[in-house]
Each structure stands twice: as C-alpha cells, then as structure tokens.
C-alpha cells in the first residue's frame, strides 16, 4: 500500500475494509457515468482519470488521481463521471465501518478538499491562457510526484487536453512556447524537466 502521510486518509484507512488491489489495464473502465454509487476507491498504483460524456457527446476529463488518492465522491445515487486506468492501475475498494465517527470525519475532510480541487480546476479554465494552464498543470504534477524538476507525464496528450479544455494541437503549442521562454526541456513524449519552478508559477494566474 502506498506510504500514507495524509492524516486525514489515515484515519479513513485505520476504519475501513480494504479489498485486495485489482489491476486495471491502460483504458480499462472502473465504474462507469450512471452505475450505482457503491464503495470509494484508492489508488494503489498507476492513474487514473474521471471523466464525463458531455451533451454533445465530447469527452471531458474533471481529475486525475494517483497513487495515494481516494475517488468515489459523488452526491447522489449514481456516479455523475466514469473512472478509467490511464496507464495500468491497482485498485483498493474501502468500505468504511457504519457508525465510525473518526472515519466518517476524515471522509468529510477528503470530500470537501476533493470539491475545492475542481473548484480550483474550473477556476482556471474559465480564467487561463494555454499556457499559463499547462504550467499549473505541470507544477500540480510536480508538488504531486515530490520532484524538483523532472514531470513524468503518465497521460497522453489527448488526456491533458481534454482535462485543460485544449485541443491535441494546442497542448503541444503551448509546451514549445514554454519550451521557447527557457522555462521547460522536453526530453521525451513522457517527461517533462522544469528548469525554472520559480518562473514557471510566476505565469499562473
């Protein structure tokens, strides 16, 4: 299981039936946009992403979750989103006890900073450039991986597009534009090194 720091997620676990990790291979459905709500999730390895079948049919990715993350999180009876594996992923369901209220009280924290984490996502792509929303991107990806400069892109373009609100195309415009101003090297499709952190969250509104 993955080393637990969040004292919230810690005391959820210390009250809760954890099932054995299931692996989900790349692009394997976990629960899908209208199943029943059942038990939360926690991500033991890999990624995984939320997503949702808009209107008019597009395909809109609302998170991202990583080792270490509980999803699950919804209001009502039905999942509103589908959750899928990005690059092969273990699972743990959690079951918490009925009646804990120390368990109960650490889900209520992990809700709510899950409902403030997609208040914050829709706050920049209502405000942001390309650019500037790739670069809190790839420093949310850094705080996330504990790295000083090096970003392992485990999704694909696409993904990241989808997520941001950006096309394929633009996506990779903005990476060379960050690539350009000395902000970013780009050694593969998969990783991304940040030489300036400073500079890079300076452009973020």
């Known amino acids: 299981m993955p080393v637990v720091t969040d004292p919230d997620l810690a005391k959820v676990l210390k009250h809760t039936a954890m099932g054995p990790v299931d692996f989900y291979p790349i692009n394997a459905t976990i629960y899908g946009q209208g199943d029943s ?23 809109q990715i609302t998170a991202f979750y990583f080792a270490g993350d509980v999803f699950g999180f919804d209001p009502g009876r039905e999942h509103q989103c589908y959750a899928e594996s990005v690059d092969g992923a273990g699972i743990r369901t959690l079951r918490v006890r009925s009646g804990d209220l120390s368990a109960a009280d650490g889900l209520l924290q992990l809700a709510l900073r899950s409902i403030a984490k997609v208040q914050s996502h829709l706050l920049l792509l209502g405000r942001a450039s390309a650019s500037e929303r790739l670069a809190r991107f790839l420093l949310n990806l850094m705080e996330q991986q504990d790295s000083d400069e090096t970003v392992a892109l485990q999704m694909q373009r ?11 195309e633009t996506v990779s415009r903005a990476l060379r534009v960050l690539k350009d101003r000395g902000l970013v090297r780009l050694p593969s499709a998969d990783r991304v090194v940040v030489l300036d952190r400073e500079r890079l969250a300076g452009i973020c509104i």
Do not use: A, H
């Open 158 to 168: 696409i993904d990241i597009g989808d997520y941001l609100g950006l096309t394929f």
């Open 37 to 59: 709500v059942g038990p939360l999730y926690l991500v033991e390895f890999g990624t995984v992403r939320l997503c949702r079948i808009t209107s008019d049919g597009r395909r």
